[in-house]
Structures are given as C-alpha cells and as structure tokens.
C-alpha cells in the first residue's frame, strides 16, 4: 500500500529504474477532459536528466504510452482509472558479484537489503529517483484539473543552493521566470552565485544540496481536512517522499521561532465585496490544517545528493570493510529537476482535497441552500 | 478517515473540546499485554495543562476509561481494539450570538467555518488542541509495545525557545534529564533564558514558539517502506499534524544545504560481531526511507500560538470588522506541553512500522531460512 | 482496520458485550444536520432484545449518548466526527477457570483463542451480536441523509423461517407491514406457521434460521463504482459480515440458474419524460455493480443461531473432551431482530455511494455543463 | 480506490478491453521467490476464452510481461511490488456513432454512462470480463505462496448449470478430476447432461447460468478478523465482484435455514495429538468470521450472461426505443471459465489474512511465548 498515494484522487506508482519500465495508475480524474499530453510533457521535460551542464548526463525520452482510461478515438477521459507506462530505454546490464558488492553509502543499498534480504542490484529499485518520473506525469494531470476547475497556480522555484539565497515574491513569481536560468532560480542576482557552486562542486566530483519553494495561488478557503488529514501535515507526507528531501516548512516554517504570537498572527478583514481575507499571510495560507483562501506557501530541504566521485569508505554485502569510488553519471545538484517533483507532490494533494472539498459542498448546499457568509 | 492514522498499528482519535468527551480507538496491539496504566498516565501528566506558570491554567485531570479491549478480570489486552475515554470536566457553557462572533485571528474559527459552513462555536471543535489527549495515551501505548518487543527508546526535548538554542547529545539525553526544568530543555546553560523569554512573553499577554527535537534509539536496520511509505514522509505527515507545527527536518535538516555530499554521507563500516553502523549519522537513521540502524534524529518547528491578550483586527460571521481581545486561560509557550505530543505521533508511526517489519521478516525467514548479512 | 466500513461515510465500530460498553465513530455526515434521534431510537428498538416471545430475554434499554461531533445548544451536526456510545447495563460478572471453559460450538471461541491466544470470556467480545448496536445505529443516520437528499426507502422483512416462504410485493412493502406481527413477516398467510415453527424451536432448547430480504426504492441510476467497488461486492461484504449470516443473492440471485439470458435480459424503455427504466427487474437494479434506477433487491440466509439448550459434545481450552449445556438467555430465531440489522448495512453501503457520485456528478457537471441523456 | 483490493497482499488492476491493454500492480510478495511461471500461465490458460464449443471463441493469448518487481538476472522477487502487463492483441476498430448506439440489455453500458456521462464505446471499459485476467494472475501468485507456507490447496467446480447439479465430495475433488471435462464439473454422472444444456442455449443463441463451487483445504484456524474484516464478509465482497455473479454462500447457506440449531452446530473433539477439530463442518470452516482448521467451502451463484443473439427491445443514447441484436462472440456459458477466477478470488482474500495472521502471530509469541493450547 506504500505505492499508493491520495484518497479521491488516488495514485498507484509501480516500477523500477532498471526493468520493463515505470508507470501510475490514477484514479478519480473525471470523465470526458482531453488528455493534457502538452503539460505533462512540459512537465516531464523540467524533470529529465541530460537537460545541460548541471544535470545528470543519462538521456532518457520519457515517451509516455496511456495504457488505459482514455476512449482511443476521441483522446478523452473514461473517468475509469488512468494508466500511464514509461519504458527504461537507457538500462545498461552489468555484470557483478551481488555478494561482493558494496553498499553505496548514504543511499539505499543497505537498508533494502535490511528489509528485504535482498535488493535490485542492477539499480535503485523502488528507491531509484527515476520513481519520480510517475509522479511528475500524475501531478501535471491533477494540476490540469486544479487549473480547469478552480483557477489555481502553482510555481515552485530553486530559493537557496549551499546556502546561497535566493529572493523571491511569493504572489508575483511565474515559471517563465523560473525557467529562464538551468539553475531554475528566479532571481537573477543570485543565479550565477548558484550556477558556480553547482559547477565547482562537479569539478570536485562533489553534489550540493538546497531549498526549493513552492506557491499555490488561488485555493479557496475551505481545503482541508482535521486531524491527520490536514493540509499542513498531507503536505508534509507528500513532499517529505520526495527522494533526498530533508526538511518540510509551511508559511513562517523555522522562522516562527523568532516572532511573537502577535507579529505572527494574520488579521481578518472584509474587502469591497465582504469577502475574508488576511491582510499579513505569515500562515502560509492554512490555519487548523484547512486553507485560508491566501496563497499556500512552502519549502522543501533537499541534502546534497549521495552519488559522488571520491573515494568512501563502506562495506560488501558479505561483510567485508572495502574503498567505493563511484562511476558513471550523476546529478551535482538535484534541486533545478526536483522543481517540477515539488509542483507535482503539491498538486496531487490539492487536487484530492479539492474533491474531497466538493463532496462536502454539495451536502452543505443540501442542508443550508447557500454558502457560509 | 482524517481522523484515523496508521496501517498495521491504526487509531482513529474522536470527540471535542467541549462536549461529551475526546478518545481514540486503537487497533493493532497484541492480546494478553498489561495495560501500561503508568506509561499512559505519565506521559498525560506530561502533557496536561496547568503543570506550572510556563502553561495553561486549565485543569483537566485526565482520567481516562478503558471502554473496550481488556479483559475486566485480568485487565490484559483481548487483541481487539482498545478504545479509551476521557471525559471533559472544565468544559464551561457560553452564551453567545453564533452570527456575530469574531473569528479568532490565525485560530481554525474561519477555515472551519468555511468548509464546514458552521463551526463549534463552543470551542475549537475537532481543531483544539485538547484532541492530542487522544494521541499522547495511544502512543504511550505505542511506546510500551516498541520498548517491550525492541528495546527503543523515544526522548523527545524543548531545543529552541524565541531562539534561545540549546545544545544535547541526542545518543545520551534521558526523560529525566528533559524533565529537570518545566521548560523541558536538558541543557542547563539555556534553561534560565527560554523560561525567561516565556514569562516575558506572558507579562505581555503575548506568545513565543520554537523547536522540538526528538530520538528514537534502538530502531533496527529495515524498518519503513518504499516511495509513499517511507519513514521520512510517515514520520513528516504525522508531525505536521500536531497543533502549531511549522516545519519538519530529518537529520541535518535545512543545514545539510550548507554540506557538500562528500561530508553529508555516512560511511559503512563493521564493528567486531561484523554488523554493519554507519561511523556518522548525518542521515538521521534513515536512507531511502528505511530504518539504517543508526538513531532516528528529527525536529518539528512549533509556532507562537495564536490566543494573545492584545488586541487584534478580526471580522465577525456576519460581515464587520471588529476588534477582538482574549480572554480566558492560554499557554504563552506550546513547547513544554508538546514534546510528549512528538514523542506520541513518532511512536505511533514506528509501532506500525515494527508491525509492518514483523510480516515482511516472516516472509523473509519463510524463503531464505536466515537473516541478512 | 476491520472495524472500519466505508469509503466517504465512514464508520468505525468498537467495544464488547461484557465491559465499559459499545459504539461508534461516524465520519462523512455533513454539517447543519438535525440529529435524527427519532429513526435512531426507533430502529435501535426493533433490533432490540427481549420484544417478545420470539427474542431473547436479555433486556438493555440502548440509549445512547452522543459524545461528539453536535454542537450542544442546537443539537446540529458539526460535519467532523460524530461518536455515540451505549453503555452495557446488563453484564452479569461470571467466575470461571479459563482453563477449563468449554468452547462453545459453531460459537467463536475457539477461532477466537487460535486468533488471540486469548478470547473475551466474559462474553463474546467483538464477535457478540450486541456490536452491532452500534450499526443500527450509524444506519439510522445513513438512512436519513439517504431519505433527506435522495428520496430513500430501505425496507427488509423476514422472508423465511426454517423453510417457511413468504411472498411479498419489493414495490409496494413498508415497515409499517413488516412489523405489524412480531416475526416481521408482511405476509399474513404465513405469519402464524412462522410463529410456530419459532415457538416449537424455543420449546425443544433450539433454533431456527431462515431469509431477510431486502429492497432499497428511488436509488438514481449511477451509483456504485468498477471492480471491487461495485455495489453487489459492497452489498455483499457488508450483509455478509453480520452475525450469523450465510448467503447474500441480489436480483434473483441462485434461482437465476434456472432461466436463460432471454428470459433474465431486462429490457430498456422509454417513460413519457424519455426517462429510461427496465420493463422487467431480474438484475436487482444493479448492472456492472452500478444502479440502473429500478429497485435494488437483495437477501441475505442466517442460519440457526449456535446457542441452543441442548447437551452438546465439545473440548476445553486445556484439552478436555467435555459436554456443554448452554444456560441463560437466547434467541430462537435471530430474523426478527436482523431486519433492522440489514436495513443499517444497505443504507450505510448507499449512503457512501451517494457520497461518492456526488463527487463524481459534480465533476461532470464542469466539463459537460448538463446530465447525460 | 475501487481498483485496489487486500490490506497486506494487495492488487490494483488497471485497463480495458480494447486498448492498450490490462495489468495489475501486486503489492505483499515476499522478497526471493521464484516468480511462478507456470502456475500463473496454467490458471490463465484454464480462463482463456476459445478453449473449446462451450466458450468465446475470442483469442487472446493472455501471455504477460512483469514489467517490475523481478530482478531481471535471477527472476526473483524483490520484495518491491510486481506490475504484470497483459496487451490486447485482438481489439477490432470499429466505426459507429456514439450517440446513436444502443444500450445492451443487462450489460453495464446505461449504468456506466449514467455515472460518467460517457462510456467506453469501443468495448465494455473497466466492466468487461477480460479485466478477470489481471485477477487471475495475481491469483496464481497468491495461491503459490499459500501453497508453499501452509500447504494449502484451493479448488473450485462447476456444481449445477441450468439447474443440473452436480455431487461432489469437497474433501476429496482434485483440479485435474475438474479439468477431465471442457464443462469443469468433477461429477461424471452430469457432464454430458450439462453440456448439453450449454450447447443447446448456444444453438438457440441464448445463454445459461450455474453455480461455482469451491473449497480451500489446509487453511488453519485462526485466520480472519472481527466485525467487518470477517473471512465470510471478505470472501463475499471478493466473489460478488467477478462480473455475472448473482449469490454467494458459506457452509450450507440458504440451506442452513432448513435445519435446527441442535443440527446446524458443529461439535468439537480432540485427536489423538490433543489438537482441536470439528466432527461435521456445517460452518465451512469459519465461526465468528474467522477460519477454525476445517475445510473452507463456499459457492458462487452466476446469472446467464447477457450477451445473447435474439432481437430485445433497448433504447440508444439519444433517446430513441429499438431493437438490439448482438453479433459477434460470446459465451453461451461462463461457468467453465469462472472456476480459475473464484480460485483466484478466494486466494487473493486468504493470502491476504495469512500475512494479517503471521504479524498477530508473531505478536502473539512475544507475549506468550507458545502457542494456543
């Protein structure tokens, strides 16, 4: 069931980096949309490795084939559950003494193997990054939605790399201006800052970590649920299973720590056409797990990423204490591709609390026959 | 089901503030296990408003009754679900005119009142934090079955208050130790200012918040699952379901963007029975979201709570815009109360994790006849 | 988790016959709703023990409380959780030697200690028929929204004692015939063979079964989901996961083997407002597990009940061949008592499907902008 | 959410029937196993369509690939969830107007347009039977791992067509006594009367239905769950989804309600090992929804399926009454091809309550340190 993501609008992703291929099945998505094929390639197209310099050199199309859920002739939606398959094109077989291998340090290899007794050596297995490829595709359908329906936006961006700081307005940010540097930063004061640290750490065989932001401009109050199904905390779960991640923050995040209740608190007022609003969003746009009807705000903390190519110390799988010196291609710094992962975690989850929103709308209209004041 | 966490290990917590009572159903725990009355009690006395001046004033003993799931003779475990009961004894009666009360600035009065198009004007509903009553008893009992079955040990400190820092050695600090000072910091050198900042905070009718820092030591190497059910995202999503939470961190957390990865990862080595640790622990005990042997280390960000005693600028339901000033009890400082709230969530979600190992293991053994190497 | 049912409208059941009580945890009503205390207490009074000759003598009153989820001064739901427990007033303290208890047979005593290790000797724990209490219940409010917002009527009757048929018009049947005798027979010319044969078992220390059917009227076309989500898998588990059940049909069920596809095919027409609807009804109103508008018809085989007051072989916990005598109370014929039972289960099976085509509808609504033809 | 079924072993089946294909994702396997091969080709040869004169004479060669889960070099399992792809290979193109086309009598067709305003024209969509493949595979593989942790061994048969019933000792049937005739019926006495009846609704174009009968032999007690997760609960909502299913039994279900309690009940004994068993199983193996050691035994009742050549009165999508006769295959008979589908139905529910059972088991030992007397 760890596959699986969402309630209403649910998502199952399944496959390997190094097999027949990856995919999602995607439930709840409604019957007769077109099928966006354009933003989740554009989507797809932010995410892929071999984009330029500061990524990873593997080249993948991430050519998508919708198996099932869409009427073949007219490209739209059944309603049925969606399925999308991608094929590993650029596996390479290698041959090894799994027994001898080493576990690479700080990623997966040993603690899949604790788990299962076993792991798939000729790959990451489920703990691959390249799991996130079905993520990304789902989350451009669900953001589809959440566009079409309610008029919602959201942009993430690259704010910091080792540290470099990025400044950014939350209500103005666009992804043209994202996307105008590779290092997917929208402040172009700090880009080439962030450009050189990528680039001397892959001179020094080394990776760098960071913070993206993500925005959603446009939820209207009343998304969410109490408890444990919160915003704040299906945020939290959702963007903290994003390969590398290290630290979750909403509104203030960290930075709480240094106001006062009353510098924190948002004041309510009514505007011209008494609608609510806050005239401060410190909140991050959720008060009590629910949205607020501000603009959401939030961070992800990603490490600096495992694969680097200097010596490490580590062991073999049949216990001895060996040098591992890794080889082939890698990322210096995952945050300018994580950026769509961000937009489409966020995504996934707002749009299955917009469902879950309009099935408590309709029976609040039943009963009350308009909308709260 | 928002209000129901956990797969294996599963409660669902109900009721309100001000009403007939708060409770938690819990599912999972073995049969014929003594009821840890001392566990569950210490950590409620722990989290109980009115423990000192640093707290709330409300009173609340926190009696609960076990309504189901042990067997009255013996007062074992019947394996089925527990369900606990607490009544609410300070709950007092308001009068009120449900139109035109202010909602409480950055308080769950409007987001509530928006997706439910009524609130419970007679408290925070599903919203106050009273709900966590539910969670610290289900997680004390948690806590037993994770010490009794694995030896782990939860502590969870004050590590931050207004910015006030603290320094603990997360592999030596003790319940103990945190419970020396109210403030529930172990470091000696901090706990004269952070108390300090709080009553200041008090005498201004104002709120401060900060850190929470939390171990869990003796978690073995396999625990967790892959992409959605990895530790990272359980251990994150039930967190930032607490009341107040900003912000999670795992491990080096947003500092880890200040580390390359040649520093960042953790190097394997064998020590003399030829088991595997890591000679660091910058992942905080957890890589591709599963259990690596070494101490989970993680924070969660507590805001300054909301209720102040200063005026605010608020709107009413019915439409106007007031001024609005507390009344009543409230905490300047959430920090004290909330570490057995962490301490709680953390273990619900190893307990589930312990159950979901149990079964993987089984299998493992079934098919292999041994453990890993 | 196998105290949970439901996908939108949600419930979770807890506590045993013999301790603090029973009750349950409703999630998915919605807000502003008037508790309906009245269908409640009504259906809690037809499931109730001790009515009459026919039932067991076991007499508890099932007033419940509400322990959360209405605002106290208008009795109006909140929309979050709603809890209501029943205390158990007629448990009588037994001493016994565990040891040697015998297992009752065809009880579940036994499955219970292979299960636990243990077993609730003080009555039958969560396998007692007193749970589901909580279900009429939970049905009751179900029920309401079902009539409130669709136009609903579930009615059940007994159909069948010990081989006793009934014949009954699904059309036209209403409660108000069901209990007009208190064997909830409607049909008058078998009324008195039932009594008797119910009378003539109680009077040899034995048991009788027989068939509850069932009809829910005004269900729209479009309810009920694919695969597993289907309405006859749903119906099906939940009639079936009540005490004593044996067999569940929907349409007409095993004697459809007895007729060809020509015969079973219901056509489709036409109504003057070019509605359409099936000229004939052998599918049940259900096809491909969705409803097709006609009435759904269902019923559901309880077998005779296991305690009967005749000697009978059985072993003890530590291994003894002994023979048991059962003593107390019983029921004859559990099928009076079933029809609320039955009724609670379909109404909380539609009610989560009325949910969920909620959501569903309200989707289709934004893209096609009109109902389908 | 209606596409996933299980709790620990648990299967999302995706696709149609004409379009890019059909799989399921498989999550709960054990890591190292053999991938069963010949076990899952052997259960989907016995479904396949084209078999022989009593079935469709569509074909489709049902080969798969497992696009994941497997490591390539050894085809073992990694513990990691198992995707198995089937292509539709013999999907015709067909040209119609989608507005105009007819509603076929009690086939899902009005339903589901009546629930997503659109339906898969080109085929029956989620609703077709060939989503029965994804079943049957992961069928196989559940069978497999019971099979080789407990030795269990699931049967079913054809017991009645058209109302010709069959005697078979449920103790003793065996799948090659099954398979000896095309009609799947282990009772050599009736065969040719049932096969007659199926060639004969053939040759008059029409249709038969029947009942399925199976018995799961080596299921130990203790397996099942409380209230809703109850084995008889499972297995009905499991076996009243496979598509044309119209009733389902447990033990002597609607035949339970001719006998007395005093008959009904089960006695206990011991043998000569001191282990507990039951002289007679009326229960069919569960009491109190969970499985007592004696031989699972349970039916499956199927309507006649709809698809029959004779002209029958429908109306089309945009409102007009005709008549509708079908071209094309079809099966005069599903009861044949039914029997590898309720074997794999009752393996995905056992598989899935022996995992729940080996974590409560596990559990168990902790406390007690032994077994159950």
Redesign the interface.
Known sequence: ?????G??F?I?????S??????V?I?GC????AFPHQRVAAQLARRRPGQGKLTSARREPDAY?????????TD?T????L?L?FRNKDARSRSYNE?QQA?R????D?????????????GG???SAR?TVARVAAGALAEQLLW??AGIEIVAWVD????IAASVDPEAVTREAVDRAPVRCPDEKVVQAMTSAIEA?RR?G??????VRCVARGV???????????L??????????L?A??????????D???????????????DAN?N?Y??KN??GG????????ATLRMSV????????F?P????T???R?VTYTAKGRHDPCVLPRAVPMVEAMVSLVLCDHM?R????????L???GD???
Chains 1, 2, 3, 4 share one sequence.
């Open positions: 069931m760890s596959n699986s993501f309630t209403l649910r199952t992703t399944f496959g390997e190094h097999g027949g291929g990856l995919g099945v439930d409604p019957a007769g949309m084939e919708v198996v099932s859920g869409l009427e073949p002739e739209r059944l309603g049925t559950s399925t398959l027994l576990y340090p700080s990623h997966a040993y603690t899949y193997d604790a788990r299962y007794g076993l792991r798939a050596v000729s297995g489920r703990a799991e079409e329906q910091d790399v080792a540290g750490a020094d080394d990776t760098v970590g960071g913070i209207p109050a009343g998304w969410g649920a109490p408890v444990f199904g919160k704040t905390a299906e945020l939290a779960g959702a963007l903290m299973s390969p991640s290290r630290g979750f923050e909403i509104g203030e995040g960290y709480s720590r240094h106001m006062r209740g009353s510098q924190h608190n948002d004041p309510f007022r009514l008494k609510v806050t005239t410190h909140s959720i008060q009590g797990g629910i949205s607020n009807g903390a990603f490490k600096p990423v495992a694969t680097i200097k490490q110390d580590t062991v799988r049949d216990g204490e469902l929103a309009q099935t408590a709308r309709q029976q609040w039943r009963h009350y909308t709260p004041a």
